[in-house]
């Protein structure tokens, strides 16, 4: 009997502890239940936090919320500045809930926030006072520190609230891993994160983003963009694919710097204008162990100018550093390919280039197929500007660059081994029967010294090519004058416009061509790079068919060469800023030329002029035979500073010949 009522009471104890139990298990739902309500309302009164229903699950260590919406209002007197979060269901997982009503610690395996609709306030972003983050600061947690093992963002809205009105910023998710807050006030850290966003639509200050889809990840280091959109007033940024690889998450999220591997573009489409072409990433600076962009095209439009070209470029070691123009845009190489490159400019010209190819490890550059085009007609630039001007066509077929210094580029320096123009064809139109304007025009050293460029090249060459000359006198008998040179060659070395103590004394240029196609002319030029220093000129013409010259000697000098040979016209001169000085020495025969009559229509013969050069002026022969003396013509020409140095050399070159005449006085100007 004794036994049975041991054993009795033991069940009755036994039981009424499981009773116990079950009951101290319902009420701390209810406990915890009304601490979460309590402590929500003590964080802080910017922080508003309402829900429908709190459910807490002892058993199942858990606390779920139903339609939590939490406010942040940091300025009381605005209270329509305000971020909204609002999410249907909010669930913390795995809860220490001991720890939490014992020690203030909320320790969780999850916390789960689903079906979120996200507002944020736009002029609460562009504020740009620290009173948030300091408010922020000071909350009142209900938990001395935290420990999460993962926050889930499922599917959510994010909207952006201007001016009353919500925009759909994005739809997405996202995750956060091993979240940790050591003490209120402080930041939080974690391991890891998941970004997975789409249909963004963020129109900031100064430009607006658009992308189809956004992924990024810290425990792959890469974010993935396909269909980026950036728009900015008139201009307009799309790139197909945007993949960045190996990125250093802490130091883009600590310090505003993206370290990375690599940064791929891919399939663009770059329509940017001078007023927009600077947009600030929000990052101190950029570092890309790689950087490529494919497949994109690019138009600029400057001012009164405008380039276009597609581009596939690859570039190592890019840094990129505020305030992110070209002072502070460096990288270790370059290789890739530009084509179909236009150029339009505001003096009625236009440019294009079929490619160029570069690769700064290899040491070259080449330009194939370059072309420029007038964009008027020839008689029409001159009428459009009121005064002579050049109007020009040209197209060479290759430019090649050895050994260049492609960084430096882009530091206004072209630096180089050597340069070498490939055969090209020039045609240059001028109409004399406008006004000429009358500024003073520079010696070419001086022409130099002003490009804005540093150009230090070695050597420089022309290959063989063609120069052709056309002009409209002021005066005559209504047709142009044309002078052709073909197999122009022109070597100079080295090309240097802005000179160091160090640098040789001259320019040295060497150049070689054939006058209408007949005989030879070959030429070197000494041009000082010290200023007010002379410019040697020393060549010959050589084995010269002289009635090739009539297109332009009838047209514009009104002069008929009937018959001669130049078997040679030696010339050795100087040339400063002021004058000229030198001598020539020739040899011809058989040479007979006419006056042709003045103010007339028609190519008369002036007899009386004719007869005079024939038989007075200038002999019939004049070869090797005869002394040298007979032969030569000193220089003595005084420069006219608003003319070209071209006009310079050949006047100095005439006055010599007419000096080599004992009448050349005569000669008809």
């Known amino acids: 009997m004794k036994g049975r009522r041991v054993i009795k009471a033991g069940l009755v104890i036994i039981v ?40 807490s699950h002892v058993f199942s260590s858990s606390v779920t919320f139903d339609s939590l919406q939490i406010n942040f209002i940091p300025y009381a007197n ?47 972003l562009e504020k740009r006072d620290s009173a948030q983050t300091e408010m922020i600061r000071q909350l009142s947690w209900p938990f001395r520190n935290l420990s999460l093992g993962r926050i889930q963002l499922r599917q959510s809205n994010f909207f952006l609230r201007a001016a009353h009105q919500d925009e759909l910023l994005a739809q997405g998710k996202g995750s956060l891993r091993d979240v940790a807050i050591d003490k209120p006030g402080n930041t939080p850290v974690f391991s890891g994160f998941d970004i997975d966003l789409s249909d963004v639509d963020y129109p900031s200050a100064d430009f607006r983003v658009q992308i189809l889809r956004v992924q990024l990840s810290s425990t792959s280091k890469s974010l993935a963009i396909n269909s980026l959109h950036l728009s900015k007033k008139q201009s307009q940024v799309r790139f197909g694919s945007v993949n960045i690889s190996g990125i250093e998450i802490s130091k883009l999220l600590d310090e505003r710097v993206l370290i990375c591997k690599k940064i791929k573009l891919d399939n663009g489409k770059i329509d940017v204008t001078n007023d927009d072409v600077r947009v600030h990433p929000g990052l101190k600076t950029i570092h890309a162990d790689v950087f490529e962009i494919r497949n994109s095209f690019v138009n600029y439009q400057g001012s009164g100018n405008s380039t276009s070209f597609n581009a596939n470029i ?35 010209q236009t440019a294009r280039i079929k490619k160029v190819e570069m690769d700064s490890k290899k040491q070259y550059l080449r330009a194939v197929d370059i072309n420029i085009i007038p964009k008027i007609g020839k008689y029409e630039l ?13 197209n060479i077929s290759a430019v090649e660059v050895s050994k260049p210094d492609i960084t430096g580029l882009l530091h206004d320096t072209l630096w180089a081994e050597k340069v070498l123009i490939g055969q090209s064809r020039v045609y240059v139109f001028r109409d004399r029967r406008l006004a000429r304007p009358q500024k003073v025009l520079p010696l070419p050293v001086e022409s130099l010294k002003e490009i804005p460029f540093d150009i230090r090249v070695q050597n420089f060459t022309l290959a063989s090519s063609t120069v052709e000359y056309e002009e409209f006198p002021r005066s005559g008998y209504g047709q142009t004058g044309v002078l052709i040179i073909k197999n122009a060659k022109v070597t100079l070395s080295p090309l240097i416009n802005h000179p160091r103590a160090s640098d040789l004394r ?29 410019y040697y000129m020393k060549g010959a013409i050589e084995r010269l068919q002289l ?52 103010h007339t229509d028609e190519k008369n013969v002036a007899d009386f002029a004719s007869f005079m050069l024939r038989h007075l002026i200038i002999p019939l022969n004049k070869d090797a035979s005869i002394s040298e003396k007979k032969r030569t013509g000193n220089v003595d020409y005084v420069r006219d500073p608003t003319r070209f140095v071209s006009y310079y050399f050949l006047q100095s070159l005439l006055m010599g010949v007419k000096k080599s005449f004992t009448l050349g006085f005569l000669l008809p100007k």
């Open 16 to 55: 009424g502890i499981c009773l116990a139990f079950i009951v101290a298990l319902f009420s701390a739902d209810t406990i915890i239940e009304k601490k979460i309500g309590s402590q929500f309302s003590n964080i802080s009164p910017a922080l508003q936090i309402r829900f429908s229903r709190v459910r």
């Open 506 to 534: 001259y320019l040295t240029m060497n150049a070689a061509g054939s006058i209408m196609g007949s005989g030879t002319v070959h030429s070197t030029v000494l041009m000082p790079l010290a200023k007010n220093k002379p």
């Open 547 to 598: 009635t090739k010259l009539n297109s332009s000697s009838e047209n514009l000098g009104k002069i008929r060469i009937k018959s001669g040979f130049l078997d040679f016209l030696s010339f050795d001169f100087t040339m400063t800023e002021q004058r000229s000085t030198g001598k020539i020495v020739g040899a011809y025969h058989h040479l007979v030329i006419q006056q042709l009559k003045k």
């Open 382 to 394: 001159g009428r459009k500007l009121g005064h002579q001007a050049d109007w020009i066509v040209a």
């Open 78 to 124: 605005h209270q329509e500045e305000q971020h909204v979060f609002r999410f249907k269901n909010v669930s913390l997982q795995g809860v220490r809930f001991l720890s939490f009503l014992f020690h203030k610690k909320l320790v969780a395996t999850d916390l789960v926030l689903a079906g979120g609709d996200i507002c944020i306030s736009q002029s609460l």
């Open 314 to 348: 690859e570039l190592s070691k890019l840094r990129l550093g505020e305030p992110f123009d070209k002072k502070d845009f460096q990288f270790g190489s370059v290789r890739g390919t530009l084509s179909d490159i236009h150029y339009s400019g505001n003096d009625y």
